[in-house]
């Protein structure tokens, strides 16, 4: 599975609707060439770019996934963007119980796709094949914020959000 969440730096910094449908069609192609699940995560642009690059901005994620088919979650930081209390003093990004609401989004939108998998013939079937394949995505992931998360912090596959929550931002 791979989760493309990205596109909020883009729309703080006006650049192009154009690029980045055009960065993350690319994203999404390779990921489907190589055999993942695409899920694509929408994020919103804020008002300051204006009303037309708004409503661009967020139909580029409903566009890329109907051409894709690819699942969508409209907005990444739904119930968390703009909420004060739930970001850090920049406005911008989530802070530790912020993050715990995102994963909580993400979660229900893997935890369906995760139940195929496992049920299907690209899971590895035997015991000590899908330990060394979850050892080898929690070596290189963890669902965590840059500026919260701790040097070092692994989730387990198997930790509901808020408990990798917990481990990632402390």
């Known amino acids: 599975i791979l989760l493309v969440a990205l596109g909020g730096n883009d729309a703080l910094r006006g650049r192009p609707v154009a690029d980045r449908r055009r960065n993350l069609a690319a994203i999404i192609e390779g990921g489907q060439q190589g055999g993942a699940l695409v899920i694509l995560a929408g994020m919103e642009a804020p008002p300051n770019n204006g009303p037309e690059y708004t409503a661009a901005f967020r139909q580029v994620y409903r566009d890329l996934a109907r051409q894709y088919d690819v699942p969508l979650i409209p907005f990444l930081l739904e119930g968390v ?23 909580d989004l ?65």
């Open 81 to 103: 963007g703009g909420d004060p209390t739930l970001n850090k003093a920049d406005g911008i990004h989530p802070n530790p119980e912020g993050a715990r609401r995102v994963a």
């Open 106 to 170: 993400v979660w229900r939108a893997l935890e369906p796709h995760l139940s195929r998998l496992r049920s299907s013939s690209r899971f590895p079937s035997d015991r000590s094949a899908r330990s060394s394949t979850a050892a080898a995505i929690r070596s290189r992931f963890c669902i965590r914020s840059p500026s919260t998360s701790l040097p070092g912090a692994r989730c387990r596959l198997s930790d509901p959000p808020a408990a990798a929550s917990r481990r990632c931002w402390g």
